[in-house]
C-alpha cells in the first residue's frame, strides 16, 4: 500500500469516532463535518513529514476542535468559546484527549453520529444515503454511482436530508439504558438497510452496489466493538458476513443473477462464513433470540450445506417459524414455503401461501413460486397463469426475460414430478 | 529455540482493508514466509479471526465465566502468531523485521520464546 494509501485508510477508520466526538463538542453536524475536513487536511499534510501518529482519532478530534473553535471565532467574535481553547503542547494534548475519550463516552458519540442518521421523518434512502456520507465519509459522487443515480440529483438528496436532521436538533444528553437500546435497534436497522441497498441488485449493478454491502459489514463490527454482548448485533454481523460470502457466486459471466441452490459453492468465501458462523454460535449462546439471529441462523444453514441437497430444511422451516412469530410478515411467510415444500411437500407450502395472495398482489416471487408449487402438483394450466402474472409484474424486460428461463427450467422439473406423482 | 512471533495490530484499520489490500499484505508475508518454511525451520502459522469473534472464560471467585469479547480492551489487538525455529534471538528479530517491512498496518511484533510446545494434527 502506497503510503497516501495508508493514510486514507487510517483517517476512514477513525472517522466515526472522531466524527462522533467532535459532534458532541461541536453540537452542529456542518461544523463538526467542517472541523473534521480541516483536520483531515491537515493529517495529509502533516502526517507524511511527522509519521503517523499513535492514535489516529484522538489528533483528528484534536486538530479538528481546534480549527473548529478557531473558524467559530473568526465567524462570530462574541459568541463565547468552549473552554480550554488554549492547548499548546499538541503531544500532551493528544494523550489528554485519548485519556478522555473512555469506552463509554465513545460508545455513545458514535452510537449518536448514526442515531442521527436514523430520523424517523426520512425515508430509508436519505438514512442510508446521509450515513454513508456522515459515517463513513463516502464521498457523493461514490455514493450516487451506488445508488445509480446522478451526482447532482444525490447531491440535493443529501442536503436536504441534512437539513432535516438539523431541524430535528441533536440528542446531546448520554442515554440511558432504555434509550440506548432502542437507538441501538434503529441504528442496527439503518445497517441492515445499507446491506440490502447493496445486496437487492439487478443484473449488472452488482459491481457498483457491493461497497454499499461493505461498508454495511464494517459499520456492523464498528457496533459489535461497540457493544460486545449484544446478541442481536452478533446476529445481524454474521447475517451480513452469511450473506456476503455468496457473493462471488450470485451472479453469473453475463452478470445474470445465478439461485442459490445453482451457484458453485466452492466460490463462496469461507472467511466470512466462519467468521459469521462464530458469531451465530456465540450469539446462540445467550438464550435471547431476535429477528437478527434467526436470519443469521438460517444463513448459517444455508452456509454449511456443501451441496443443496444437503440443506437442513426442516430447522430452516422451524426456524422462519419463529421468525415469522417475531416479525409476521407475508414475505416471511413465503420464504417459510419454499421451506415447507421441501419438508412437507408442494401441496402444503401452497395451502400456506395461498392466502397471502391479496397481500403479495404485486409481488412477482409469490406468482413465481405459486407457478413452481402447482407445476410440481400437476396442475399445469394453474401454473402458466401464476407465471404470466410474475412475468407481467417483472420490471424490466431483462428481468421478464430471467424470470422466464427459470420460469421454462420449472416448467421441465415441475412436468416431470407431476408426471411420477401421477404414476404412483 | 523455537520462537513465537505474535503480532499485534489495530483491528479497526487490519478490517478496513479492502479485498485487493488484505490480499496483496498477505502475499507479500508468505513471501516472507516461503524461505523459512523450505529451510524446514517455520512451524505453524495462525490469523486470527476478529477480537468481535472472540469469547474469554475467566474464573471469578472461583467460578468460570464466560464473556463475550477479548481478554482487554486495547488500542492494539493479537491477531495472529508465527512459530520459528532460529538459533538465536537476532534471528527472530530479523524474521519479524521482514514481516514488519512488508505489512502496512503499523502494529509490533512481539518475538517470545516457546516453553512447551504441542503440536497436535487437527484437520482444519
Known amino acids: ?424 | 529455540m523455537l520462537y513465537a512471533i505474535l503480532c499485534y495490530a489495530s483491528e479497526d484499520v487490519v478490517c478496513s482493508w479492502s479485498k485487493e489490500q488484505d490480499e496483496e499484505v498477505m502475499t507479500k508475508l508468505l513471501g516472507v514466509q516461503e524461505k523459512y518454511a523450505k529451510a524446514g525451520r517455520l512451524g505453524p502459522v495462525a490469523r486470527l479471526l476478529p477480537t468481535t469473534a472472540a469469547t474469554t472464560l475467566r474464573k471469578v471467585k472461583g467460578e468460570s465465566i464466560v464473556i463475550d469479547g477479548p481478554f482487554a480492551e486495547t488500542k492494539e489487538q493479537f491477531l495472529g502468531f508465527y512459530t520459528l525455529e532460529c538459533n538465536d534471538l537476532d534471528e527472530a528479530v530479523d524474521f519479524a523485521r521482514e514481516l514488519s517491512e512488508v505489512n502496512p498496518s503499523g502494529g509490533s511484533y512481539e518475538i517470545r520464546p516457546v516453553s512447551v510446545f504441542n503440536p497436535t494434527r487437527v484437520s482444519a
Open chain 1, 1 to 424: 500500500m502506497t503510503e497516501l494509501g495508508w493514510i486514507s485508510t487510517a483517517i476512514s477508520t477513525a472517522r466515526p469516532q472522531a466524527m462522533g466526538a467532535l459532534l458532541r463538542y461541536f453540537r452542529d453536524l456542518d461544523a463538526a463535518e467542517e472541523a473534521f475536513q480541516d483536520a483531515c487536511l491537515r493529517a495529509l499534510n502533516n502526517w507524511p513529514k511527522n509519521g503517523p501518529p499513535r492514535d489516529p482519532a484522538a489528533w483528528l478530534i484534536f486538530v479538528g476542535r481546534n480549527s473548529g473553535i478557531d473558524a467559530v471565532r473568526k465567524r462570530a467574535k462574541q459568541a463565547p468559546l468552549p473552554e480550554e481553547d488554549q492547548i499548546s503542547d499538541l503531544e500532551d494534548a493528544e494523550t489528554d484527549i485519548a485519556e478522555r475519550l473512555d469506552g463509554a463516552h465513545y460508545r455513545d458519540d458514535i452510537l449518536r453520529l448514526l442515531f442521527i442518521c436514523c430520523h424517523p421523518d426520512l425515508p430509508a434512502t436519505q438514512q442510508i444515503a446521509v450515513a454513508l456520507r456522515i459515517v463513513s465519509g463516502l464521498t457523493v459522487k461514490q455514493i450516487a454511482r451506488a445508488f445509480l443515480v446522478g451526482e447532482s440529483a444525490m447531491e440535493q438528496r443529501i442536503t436536504r436530508a441534512k437539513a432535516r436532521i438539523a431541524d430535528a436538533g441533536v440528542p446531546f444528553e448520554t442515554p440511558g439504558a432504555v434509550e440506548r437500546s432502542e437507538r441501538l435497534a434503529a441504528v442496527a436497522a439503518m445497517v441492515y438497510l445499507i446491506f440490502n441497498e447493496g445486496y437487492s441488485t439487478n443484473s449488472g449493478e452488482a459491481p457498483a452496489r457491493a461497497p454499499l454491502c461493505e461498508e454495511a459489514i464494517r459499520l456492523a463490527r464498528l457496533l459489535l466493538r461497540l457493544f460486545q454482548t449484544e446478541p442481536e448485533i452478533m446476529g445481524l454481523t454474521a447475517l451480513l458476513l452469511l450473506q456476503h460470502a455468496r457473493a462471488p457466486a450470485r451472479f453469473d459471466e453475463n452478470g445474470e443473477i445465478v439461485l442459490l441452490e445453482d451457484q458453485d459453492r466452492g466460490l463462496w468465501s469461507r472467511k466470512m462464513i466462519d467468521e459469521g458462523l462464530a458469531l451465530v454460535d456465540k450469539a446462540l449462546r445467550h438464550q435471547k433470540p431476535g429477528p437478527y439471529q434467526v436470519q443469521a441462523a438460517i444463513a448459517a444453514l444455508h452456509a454449511r450445506a456443501a451441496k443443496p441437497e444437503d440443506t437442513d430444511w426442516t430447522e430452516i422451516d422451524l426456524l422462519y417459524s419463529l421468525l415469522e412469530q417475531m416479525q409476521p410478515s407475508p414475505v416471511v411467510t413465503l420464504n417459510r414455503a419454499v421451506a415447507v415444500a421441501k419438508v412437507r411437500g408442494p401441496e402444503a407450502a401452497l395451502a400456506m401461501i395461498e392466502p397471502l395472495e391479496q397481500r403479495l398482489s404485486g409481488y412477482f416471487h409469490f406468482f413465481g413460486l405459486k407457478g413452481g408449487l402447482l407445476m410440481q402438483l400437476g396442475r399445469g394450466e394453474e401454473a402458466r397463469t401464476a407465471f404470466d402474472r410474475a412475468i407481467a409484474l417483472a420490471n424490466t424486460a431483462a428481468e421478464a426475460a430471467h424470470i422466464r428461463m427459470h420460469i421454462d427450467r420449472l416448467m421441465k422439473e415441475g412436468a416431470a414430478q407431476g408426471a411420477s406423482r401421477k404414476a404412483h
